[in-house]
């Protein structure tokens, strides 16, 4: 149980708030399990709803858990590390994957224990099961637009622009400037010109 490297991660959502309590506990456990604290991860005055790009905290946290860097993340709760359940399932299995335990205060879950084990292959088949959830739910969606009436992709461009596309062109002018002159993506440009051949 000694000597494992531990990194703290510790958010809090508004500015008013700090982190210095998160911090003192868990340093506090650390220490009655012989735990050596390496690193401080740290969000303050940000939500938990933002993703891992907009927490620097966090983002350099699962970074240097792939470098190995420590071998244990200590959270003060599970919604430190995210809202979303779909956003808290990826951090867990990131950690997973880099072999580095989880030890989250409030929910009492240890990983470094047999029970706490189980909690990481939980939270795979957890994490299975949103991202199905997620893709019927799309495939339902798109496929009730469609019985709807919904015209599915990109809208056409008319004719009339359509010809101001190939005259551009012809006259050598690039996809990306013919885009930006015409107000109209370069996707569409592009189709034009391959059909030009």
């Given amino acids: 149980m000694s000597n494992k490297r531990a990194a703290l991660y510790v958010r809090v959502s508004t500015d008013a708030q700090t982190v ?9 456990v650390a220490g009655r399990r012989g735990w050596h604290v390496v690193e401080v991860y740290s969000d303050a005055g940000i939500s938990g ?3 891992r790009n907009g927490r620097p905290g966090l983002d350099s946290m699962l970074k240097d858990a792939s ?17 979303s359940l779909i956003d808290l ?14 030890y989250l205060n409030q929910q009492a879950i240890d990983t470094t224990t047999p029970m706490g084990k189980l909690v990481f292959q939980v939270t795979g088949a957890f994490a299975e099961f949103e991202r199905t959830m997620i893709r019927q739910r799309i495939k339902a ?5 469609v ?3 919904v015209k599915l992709g990109r809208p056409k461009i008319d004719s009339a622009t359509e010809r101001k ?4 062109l012809a006259k050598g002018v690039g996809i990306l400037k013919v885009a ?5 993506g370069t996707g569409t440009v592009q189709r034009i010109a391959n059909e030009l051949g």
Avoid: P, S, Y
């Fill in 20 to 28: 210095e309590n998160q911090i003192r506990e868990l340093r506090q």
């Fill in 141 to 145: 969606g798109l496929k009730r637009a």
């Fill in 180 to 184: 930006r002159l015409l107000g109209i």
């Fill in 67 to 83: 470098r190995r860097k420590f071998d244990i993340v200590m959270a003060w709760a599970i919604d430190r590390l995210g809202r």
């Fill in 165 to 168: 596309v190939r005259n551009q």
């Fill in 49 to 51: 709803a933002k993703g």
């Fill in 89 to 102: 399932l990826d951090t867990i299995q990131h950690l997973e994957a880099c072999g580095v335990d989880l």
């Fill in 147 to 149: 019985a709807q009436g």
